[in-house]
């Protein structure tokens, strides 16, 4: 069975830092782009940062940029997104993600083919 299980979410205060990781069984992500998006409470699921199977095309988001870092290790099989300087509109449910995007739309979740399960990220003081 194909999975992509997500932990680190939780509660931090504004300024603060947490770390997402995601793991992949069943599947190898060596051969993938993977990507993180997030769904705040009746908003749409954007994406917020993508990395190519290779690491060289690594994509953010205007709101993010400065603040989070997406990393990857392949010979582990798990996609890392170090979130820094968290601010309140940072809340939302996180998804961890992997494909291989066909029309290069790299922060776009039509690309994405597994998913994370989510993982709640609260920035509240």
């Known amino acids: 069975q194909l999975q992509f299980v997500e932990s680190g979410g939780g509660l931090v205060q504004p300024g603060g830092s947490l770390r997402l990781s995601c793991t992949a069984s069943?599947?190898?992500?060596?051969?993938?782009?993977v990507a993180w998006f997030r769904q705040a409470p009746e908003k749409e699921r954007e994406g917020v940062s993508s990395?190519?199977?290779?690491?060289?095309?690594?994509n953010y988001a205007d709101s993010v940029k400065g603040r989070f870092t997406i990393s990857r290790d392949n010979a582990k099989n798990m996609v890392y997104l170090q979130m820094n300087s968290l601010k309140p509109e940072d809340t939302a449910v996180y998804y961890c993600?992997?494909?291989?995007?066909?029309?290069?739309?790299?922060?776009?979740?039509?690309?994405?083919?597994?998913w994370g399960q989510g993982t709640q990220v609260t920035v509240s003081s």
């Open positions: 069943g599947f190898t992500l060596d051969g993938y782009t």
């Open positions: 993600a992997a494909g291989r995007p066909f029309y290069f739309r790299f922060l776009h979740r039509d690309e994405y083919d597994y």
């Open positions: 990395m190519s199977s290779s690491g060289g095309n690594i």
